[in-house]
């Protein structure tokens, strides 16, 4: 039973004809959830379309930075309404990326702040981007009370007793004293198809050293995808590969961390 955390088959590549075929894909294989992630206003009515149909599937709506200038007020408020839509699990993907800067940092950090604030609001759990802005996105976190006790009290702890924030580190690669830090506050770490590359060497140290029960999988497809398919692109049975890999780096079968991961991920998602 696998639970891919984290795709976008609402990526405008798929026509009628490829989403059929990557239905069905998932549908053959061992994969049971998929969480439809919004990265636009369009794409997260998309998600939740794709949610409605498909008994497998989940819709988390948001703005990715990427997407920042686009945001305002109106936009705000017909993201507060799809929230109240079935099967609406989270907000996000929001953070910040300074990689491209196709949104002003400014523009970006302010309407991350803006969503941190909706989700807290509506009690959500928070799907977080972060590339190459490691320290603004935990500070900004922490200012707009994503792991204070208010928040963290509202929900049960985890397995081992840390705070839960439902805050959720996407695709993570950042360090493994990072992650130890977030750990700490109450949030979840996931691993994407990165982890199986050859260069892969600090995230494999943030999956040796995070315990299983805080870690989720992941494909993000279409993109990101895992070895033996680098270069294709990506789809939700290809975290099967990921689960692979993190069964090789911690000593335990494949099965153990396909189990664990997917009920780490319903018990975060609220599934």
């Not at 208010?150 to 805050?167: C, M, S």
């Not at 990101?224 to 680098?230: F, K, M």
């Amino acid at each position: 039973m696998l639970f891919d955390s984290h795709a976008h088959i609402n990526n405008q590549r798929y026509d009628d004809k490829k989403l059929k075929s990557l239905v069905r894909d998932i549908e053959e294989s061992d994969v049971s959830y998929v969480m439809d992630v919004g990265f636009d206003l369009e794409s997260s009515v998309r998600a939740i379309e794709h949610a409605s149909k498909f008994p497998w599937c989940y819709a988390v709506v948001g703005c990715h930075p990427h997407e920042a200038k686009t945001m305002d007020e109106n936009t705000m408020i017909m993201f507060k309404g799809l929230l109240k839509k079935p099967k609406v699990k989270a907000v996000g993907e929001i953070g910040l990326d300074y990689h491209y800067n196709f949104s002003e940092p400014e523009v970006q950090q302010y309407w991350f702040r803006r969503q941190i604030q909706l989700a807290l609001e509506n009690s959500m759990p928070i799907v977080i981007h972060d590339r190459e802005a490691h320290q603004d996105v935990m500070e900004i976190l922490k200012q707009e009370g994503a792991f204070s006790k208010n928040r963290t009290d509202q929900f049960p702890k985890q397995p081992n007793g840390l705070p839960d924030a439902k805050v959720l580190l996407h695709c993570y690669s950042g360090s493994r004293e990072m992650a130890e830090q977030y750990i700490k506050l109450g949030a979840t770490i996931s691993i994407a198809g990165p982890v199986t590359y050859k260069n892969a060497r600090k995230l494999i140290e943030v999956a040796k050293a995070i315990p299983i029960e805080h870690l989720l999988i992941e494909t993000d497809s279409p993109y990101l995808t895992p070895v033996p398919h680098r270069g294709k692109p990506n789809k939700p049975p290809y975290v099967e590969f990921v689960a692979r890999k993190i069964a090789a780096i911690k000593d335990m079968s494949y099965e153990e961390v396909a189990k664990i991961t997917c009920e780490n991920a319903r018990r975060f998602f609220g599934i």
